[in-house]
């Protein structure tokens, strides 16, 4: 089945301690990407990737630090999470450019 | 950069009726708005998508319009279902300096269908 995997569902940890959620796609997409959504303020991305060893920064990148060494995955990774990181994430990938963005089902990441 | 704005934030229509979710956009270099439907507990899903070189495209009980000039289209549900009650967010898209297509999202939608 194709899908983009995410783990863990579930997260609550404490400020300063470091953490990584993994992301992995099993349709040999190029793009893969990250977001947080917050209420009110819909989804923000936090980081893209075009292929392997190419990333770029999105609209809130900062606190925030990813790598693409392998196609399929790309991790999202918090050195020193802060409350205000508390938050729904959300990996996406995608063939193209202009095809549509395949989600994760989600992590919900608190910070205390 | 781009700005997408949606509204309502909240809908609640009789199953049956027609729910329209409507989006504005700030940058005219988007040249792709899609749709997405995200269930309790799930990721967005793509439902709909419209290109900058079409007007209107329909889907079984889904349409969605574009006006280019005004910078505004619109998701059009018909005959609604319960099942269609989920979180609606709406985005327009394009390409950046680096050759990215970025996404940009509206806050959501919470569209609830009444039995």
């Known amino acids: 089945e194709a899908q983009v995997t995410q783990n863990p569902r579930y997260l609550i940890t404490v400020t300063g301690k470091k953490l990584t959620v993994t992301c992995s796609q099993n349709?040999?997409?190029?793009?893969m990407s990250w977001y947080r959504q917050d209420p009110g303020l819909g989804l923000r991305q936090i980081y893209y990737s075009m292929n392997v060893e190419v990333t770029d920064k999105g609209d809130v990148p900062e606190g925030y630090k990813v790598s693409r060494k392998e196609k399929r995955n790309f991790p999202l990774i918090l050195e020193s999470p802060s409350p205000n990181q508390t938050s729904l994430y959300f990996c996406?990938?995608?063939?193209?450019?202009?095809?549509?963005?395949?989600f994760g089902n989600g992590t919900r990441l608190t910070v205390t | 950069g781009e700005n997408v704005e949606q509204h309502p934030s909240t809908l609640s229509v009789q199953e049956g009726d027609s729910a329209v979710i409507k989006c504005t956009y700030s940058d005219s270099a988007s040249n792709y708005f899609p749709w997405y439907k995200q269930e309790l507990g799930k990721g967005p899903q793509l439902i709909i998508d419209i290109r900058s070189n079409v007007g209107e495209k329909k889907d079984q009980r889904i349409a969605v319009t574009l006006n280019k000039t005004a910078k505004h289209f619109s998701l059009h549900i018909t005959e609604t279902q319960p099942e269609d009650s989920a979180v609606y967010f709406c985005?327009?898209?394009?390409?950046?300096?680096?050759?990215?297509?970025?996404?940009?999202f509206g806050i959501g939608t919470k569209l609830q269908v009444i039995p």
């Open positions: 996406a990938s995608s063939l193209s450019t202009l095809a549509a963005l395949h």
């Open positions: 985005a327009a898209s394009r390409r950046n300096s680096g050759g990215y297509q970025k996404v940009t």
């Open positions: 349709m040999n997409h190029e793009y």
